[in-house]
Protein backbone atom coordinates (compact mmCIF):
# COMPACT_ATOMS: atom_id res chain seq x y z
CA UNK A 1 0.00 0.00 0.00
CA UNK A 2 1.21 2.88 -0.73
CA UNK A 3 1.21 5.92 1.65
CA UNK A 4 0.34 9.55 0.64
CA UNK A 5 1.56 12.37 2.50
CA UNK A 6 1.29 16.23 2.61
CA UNK A 7 3.19 18.39 4.28
CA UNK A 8 1.70 21.85 4.86
CA UNK A 9 1.70 24.95 6.29
CA UNK A 10 0.40 27.85 4.57
CA UNK A 11 3.01 30.22 6.09
CA UNK A 12 5.71 30.87 4.17
CA UNK A 13 9.00 29.47 4.48
CA UNK A 14 8.74 27.36 7.62
CA UNK A 15 10.47 24.08 6.46
CA UNK A 16 8.05 22.40 4.14
CA UNK A 17 10.46 21.97 1.54
CA UNK A 18 13.19 21.11 3.63
CA UNK A 19 11.42 18.40 5.43
CA UNK A 20 10.07 17.07 1.84
CA UNK A 21 13.63 16.65 0.40
CA UNK A 22 14.92 15.32 3.41
CA UNK A 23 12.75 12.61 4.03
CA UNK A 24 12.12 11.26 1.08
CA UNK A 25 15.35 11.56 0.60
CA UNK A 26 15.72 9.01 4.05
CA UNK A 27 12.53 7.50 2.73
CA UNK A 28 14.61 6.41 -0.48
CA UNK A 29 17.77 5.22 1.19
CA UNK A 30 16.03 3.04 3.73
CA UNK A 31 15.12 1.26 0.50
CA UNK A 32 11.21 2.54 0.09
CA UNK A 33 10.33 3.37 -3.85
CA UNK A 34 9.66 7.14 -2.81
CA UNK A 35 8.26 9.75 -4.94
CA UNK A 36 8.47 13.15 -4.68
CA UNK A 37 5.68 15.55 -5.73
CA UNK A 38 6.46 19.05 -6.04
CA UNK A 39 3.03 21.53 -6.33
CA UNK A 40 4.11 24.82 -5.38
CA UNK A 41 5.06 27.57 -8.65
CA UNK A 42 8.08 28.34 -6.69
CA UNK A 43 9.33 25.18 -8.18
CA UNK A 44 11.86 24.70 -4.75
CA UNK A 45 11.33 21.13 -3.97
CA UNK A 46 12.55 20.78 -7.48
CA UNK A 47 15.20 22.29 -7.47
CA UNK A 48 16.13 21.41 -4.43
CA UNK A 49 17.05 17.90 -6.24
CA UNK A 50 19.00 19.05 -8.93
CA UNK A 51 16.35 19.20 -11.43
CA UNK A 52 16.10 22.19 -13.97
CA UNK A 53 12.58 23.83 -13.34
CA UNK A 54 13.51 25.51 -17.01
CA UNK A 55 13.81 22.96 -18.55
CA UNK A 56 11.43 20.36 -18.32
CA UNK A 57 9.31 18.84 -20.64
CA UNK A 58 6.38 18.19 -19.14
CA UNK A 59 5.44 19.41 -15.14
CA UNK A 60 2.30 18.93 -12.46
CA UNK A 61 1.13 22.12 -14.26
CA UNK A 62 0.52 19.26 -17.45
CA UNK A 63 -0.56 16.70 -15.09
CA UNK A 64 -2.96 18.90 -13.76
CA UNK A 65 -4.18 20.85 -16.47
CA UNK A 66 -3.53 18.55 -19.64
CA UNK A 67 -4.14 15.11 -18.47
CA UNK A 68 -1.21 13.95 -19.29
CA UNK A 69 -0.52 11.04 -17.58
CA UNK A 70 1.85 10.39 -14.42
CA UNK A 71 4.80 8.32 -16.09
CA UNK A 72 5.34 11.07 -18.33
CA UNK A 73 5.52 13.83 -15.99
CA UNK A 74 8.10 11.92 -13.79
CA UNK A 75 11.53 12.65 -13.77
CA UNK A 76 13.84 9.98 -11.97
CA UNK A 77 16.71 11.15 -9.85
CA UNK A 78 18.80 7.80 -9.76
CA UNK A 79 21.29 9.40 -7.85
CA UNK A 80 18.90 9.47 -4.98
CA UNK A 81 17.02 7.10 -5.34
CA UNK A 82 13.89 8.85 -5.95
CA UNK A 83 11.61 9.91 -8.54
CA UNK A 84 10.24 13.33 -8.75
CA UNK A 85 6.58 14.65 -10.38
CA UNK A 86 8.42 18.27 -10.83
CA UNK A 87 6.88 21.73 -11.10
CA UNK A 88 7.37 24.85 -12.93
CA UNK A 89 6.73 28.83 -13.12
CA UNK A 90 3.56 27.65 -15.03
CA UNK A 91 1.82 26.33 -12.51
CA UNK A 92 1.36 29.70 -11.05
CA UNK A 93 -0.90 30.20 -13.99
CA UNK A 94 -2.91 27.16 -12.84
CA UNK A 95 -4.56 28.16 -10.00
CA UNK A 96 -7.03 30.17 -12.55
CA UNK A 97 -6.96 28.00 -15.29
CA UNK A 98 -8.24 25.25 -12.65
CA UNK A 99 -11.48 27.27 -11.16
CA UNK A 100 -13.64 26.11 -14.01
CA UNK A 101 -12.05 22.58 -14.88
CA UNK A 102 -14.54 19.53 -14.25
CA UNK A 103 -12.93 18.00 -10.54
CA UNK A 104 -10.86 20.30 -9.82
CA UNK A 105 -9.86 19.21 -5.95
CA UNK A 106 -9.25 15.74 -7.57
CA UNK A 107 -7.03 16.40 -10.19
CA UNK A 108 -3.96 15.33 -8.30
CA UNK A 109 -5.74 12.54 -6.46
CA UNK A 110 -6.81 10.47 -9.76
CA UNK A 111 -3.04 11.44 -11.35
CA UNK A 112 -1.50 9.74 -8.58
CA UNK A 113 -4.25 6.81 -8.46
CA UNK A 114 -3.15 5.62 -11.60
CA UNK A 115 0.61 4.70 -10.31
CA UNK A 116 -0.86 2.04 -8.52
CA UNK A 117 1.08 0.69 -6.06
CA UNK A 118 4.43 1.84 -7.43
CA UNK A 119 6.18 3.74 -4.39
CA UNK A 120 5.70 2.68 -0.85
CA UNK A 121 5.86 6.86 -0.21
CA UNK A 122 4.55 9.61 -1.72
CA UNK A 123 5.27 13.10 -0.13
CA UNK A 124 4.02 16.59 -1.38
CA UNK A 125 5.13 19.39 -0.89
CA UNK A 126 2.60 22.30 -1.08
CA UNK A 127 2.76 26.15 -1.82
CA UNK A 128 2.45 28.51 0.79
CA UNK A 129 -1.08 29.54 0.73
CA UNK A 130 -4.21 27.53 1.29
CA UNK A 131 -5.01 28.00 -2.55
CA UNK A 132 -6.79 25.33 -4.64
CA UNK A 133 -2.86 23.82 -5.19
CA UNK A 134 -3.50 22.93 -2.16
CA UNK A 135 -6.80 21.47 -1.77
CA UNK A 136 -5.14 19.20 -4.81
CA UNK A 137 -2.60 18.19 -1.89
CA UNK A 138 -4.93 17.55 1.16
CA UNK A 139 -7.51 15.50 -1.13
CA UNK A 140 -4.92 13.13 -2.76
CA UNK A 141 -3.05 12.59 1.20
CA UNK A 142 -4.49 9.84 1.76
CA UNK A 143 -3.08 8.54 5.04
CA UNK A 144 -2.48 12.74 6.51
CA UNK A 145 -0.80 15.89 6.43
CA UNK A 146 2.77 16.62 8.20
CA UNK A 147 2.92 20.23 9.72
CA UNK A 148 6.71 21.57 9.78
CA UNK A 149 6.06 24.16 12.33
CA UNK A 150 9.32 26.74 12.91
CA UNK A 151 10.23 27.20 16.07
CA UNK A 152 10.20 31.16 16.52
CA UNK A 153 7.73 33.79 17.91
CA UNK A 154 4.24 33.42 16.68
CA UNK A 155 4.29 29.64 15.81
CA UNK A 156 0.97 29.37 16.17
CA UNK A 157 -0.46 32.09 14.42
CA UNK A 158 -2.27 30.75 11.33
CA UNK A 159 -2.44 26.62 12.65
CA UNK A 160 -6.58 27.17 13.68
CA UNK A 161 -6.99 28.56 10.30
CA UNK A 162 -5.03 25.54 8.44
CA UNK A 163 -6.85 23.23 10.98
CA UNK A 164 -10.27 24.40 9.55
CA UNK A 165 -9.22 24.01 6.32
CA UNK A 166 -8.07 20.37 6.64
CA UNK A 167 -11.52 20.09 8.67
CA UNK A 168 -12.88 21.39 5.55
CA UNK A 169 -11.42 18.88 3.34
CA UNK A 170 -12.27 16.23 5.47
CA UNK A 171 -15.95 16.71 5.42
CA UNK A 172 -16.06 17.66 1.70
CA UNK A 173 -13.33 15.64 -0.55
CA UNK A 174 -11.28 13.06 1.71
CA UNK A 175 -12.63 11.55 5.03
CA UNK A 176 -9.12 9.74 5.60
CA UNK A 177 -7.47 13.27 6.25
CA UNK A 178 -6.22 13.24 9.35
CA UNK A 179 -2.90 15.33 10.80
CA UNK A 180 -0.37 12.64 10.95
CA UNK A 181 1.86 15.05 12.97
CA UNK A 182 3.87 18.11 13.51
CA UNK A 183 7.58 18.88 12.58
CA UNK A 184 9.23 21.51 14.85
CA UNK A 185 12.00 23.43 12.61
CA UNK A 186 14.50 25.45 13.06
CA UNK A 187 15.31 24.81 16.38
CA UNK A 188 17.53 26.95 18.18
CA UNK A 189 18.86 25.41 21.34
CA UNK A 190 20.53 28.58 22.71
CA UNK A 191 17.34 30.48 23.39
CA UNK A 192 14.17 29.93 25.14
CA UNK A 193 11.93 30.91 22.88
CA UNK A 194 12.82 28.05 20.63
CA UNK A 195 11.82 25.32 23.80
CA UNK A 196 8.92 27.45 24.85
CA UNK A 197 7.42 27.33 20.80
CA UNK A 198 7.84 23.87 21.59
CA UNK A 199 6.31 23.19 24.50
CA UNK A 200 3.11 25.72 23.37
CA UNK A 201 2.40 23.77 20.33
CA UNK A 202 2.48 20.89 22.26
CA UNK A 203 0.38 21.79 24.78
CA UNK A 204 -1.78 22.78 21.54
CA UNK A 205 -2.00 19.48 19.69
CA UNK A 206 -1.00 16.82 22.47
CA UNK A 207 0.53 13.88 21.20
CA UNK A 208 0.99 15.03 17.78
CA UNK A 209 4.20 16.50 17.33
CA UNK A 210 7.30 14.91 16.48
CA UNK A 211 9.89 13.54 18.95
CA UNK A 212 12.77 14.76 16.62
CA UNK A 213 13.39 18.24 16.49
CA UNK A 214 14.77 19.69 13.48
CA UNK A 215 17.36 21.92 14.85
CA UNK A 216 18.83 25.43 12.65
CA UNK A 217 21.53 23.85 10.93
CA UNK A 218 23.06 25.69 8.00
CA UNK A 219 24.40 22.57 5.87
CA UNK A 220 20.08 22.04 5.41
CA UNK A 221 20.43 25.60 3.96
CA UNK A 222 23.01 25.13 2.00
CA UNK A 223 22.42 21.96 0.43
CA UNK A 224 19.62 22.83 -1.76
CA UNK A 225 21.87 25.33 -3.64
CA UNK A 226 24.21 22.17 -4.93
CA UNK A 227 20.53 20.34 -5.98
CA UNK A 228 21.55 17.51 -2.90
CA UNK A 229 19.69 16.22 -0.33
CA UNK A 230 20.98 16.59 3.09
CA UNK A 231 22.62 12.47 3.05
CA UNK A 232 24.57 13.31 0.16
CA UNK A 233 25.27 16.86 0.87
CA UNK A 234 26.54 16.54 4.62
CA UNK A 235 25.70 13.36 5.90
CA UNK A 236 26.70 13.54 9.21
CA UNK A 237 25.59 17.07 9.77
CA UNK A 238 23.24 17.69 12.89
CA UNK A 239 20.37 18.45 10.66
CA UNK A 240 21.38 15.05 8.53
CA UNK A 241 20.86 13.28 11.92
CA UNK A 242 17.74 15.20 12.75
CA UNK A 243 16.15 13.69 8.99
CA UNK A 244 17.07 10.48 9.81
CA UNK A 245 16.14 10.37 13.34
CA UNK A 246 12.30 11.84 12.09
CA UNK A 247 12.09 9.81 8.86
CA UNK A 248 12.94 6.77 11.45
CA UNK A 249 10.31 7.65 13.75
CA UNK A 250 7.95 8.12 11.00
CA UNK A 251 8.41 5.10 9.66
CA UNK A 252 7.96 3.23 13.18
CA UNK A 253 4.46 5.23 13.70
CA UNK A 254 3.42 3.74 10.10
CA UNK A 255 4.45 0.19 11.15
CA UNK A 256 2.38 0.39 14.18
CA UNK A 257 -0.70 2.04 12.57
CA UNK A 258 -0.69 -0.68 10.11
CA UNK A 259 -0.38 -3.58 12.95
CA UNK A 260 -3.17 -2.01 14.99
CA UNK A 261 -5.43 -1.37 11.34
N1 LIG B 1 16.48 23.42 9.97
C1 LIG B 1 16.92 24.42 9.22
N2 LIG B 1 18.06 25.07 9.50
C2 LIG B 1 18.49 26.11 8.76
N3 LIG B 1 17.86 26.57 7.69
C3 LIG B 1 16.71 25.96 7.33
C4 LIG B 1 16.19 24.87 8.07
N4 LIG B 1 15.02 24.48 7.47
C5 LIG B 1 14.84 25.29 6.43
N5 LIG B 1 15.84 26.20 6.33
C6 LIG B 1 15.98 27.27 5.36
O1 LIG B 1 14.92 28.18 5.58
C7 LIG B 1 14.37 28.63 4.36
C8 LIG B 1 12.90 28.21 4.27
O2 LIG B 1 12.84 26.80 4.28
P1 LIG B 1 11.94 26.01 3.25
O3 LIG B 1 12.15 26.49 1.87
O4 LIG B 1 12.10 24.56 3.51
O5 LIG B 1 10.52 26.48 3.78
P2 LIG B 1 9.11 26.39 3.05
O6 LIG B 1 8.11 26.28 4.14
O7 LIG B 1 9.12 25.34 2.02
O8 LIG B 1 9.02 27.82 2.34
P3 LIG B 1 7.88 28.30 1.29
O9 LIG B 1 6.69 28.55 2.13
O10 LIG B 1 8.44 29.53 0.64
O11 LIG B 1 7.67 27.17 0.33
C9 LIG B 1 15.21 28.02 3.26
O12 LIG B 1 16.21 28.93 2.90
C10 LIG B 1 15.82 26.79 3.93
O13 LIG B 1 17.04 26.42 3.36
MG1 LIG C 1 8.61 25.47 -0.01
Redesign the pocket.
Known amino acids: MTKIYAIV?QK????????VINLSAYLAATGRRTLMVDI?P?A?ATSGVGVDKTALEASIYDLLLEQTAVADVCVERAEFNLDLVPSSPALSGAEVELVNAIGREYRLQKALDELNGRYEYILIDC??SLSLLTVNALTAARDGVLI?VQCEYLALEGLSQLTQTIELVRKYLNPDLTIRGLIM??YDSRTNLSRQVVEEVRSYFPGKVFRTI?????R??EA?SYGQPINVYAPTSP?ALAYKVLTAEILKGDQVKETTA
Do not use: E, F
Not at 214 to 218: G, I
Open positions: NGGVGKTTSDQNPPPTMVPRNVLSPG
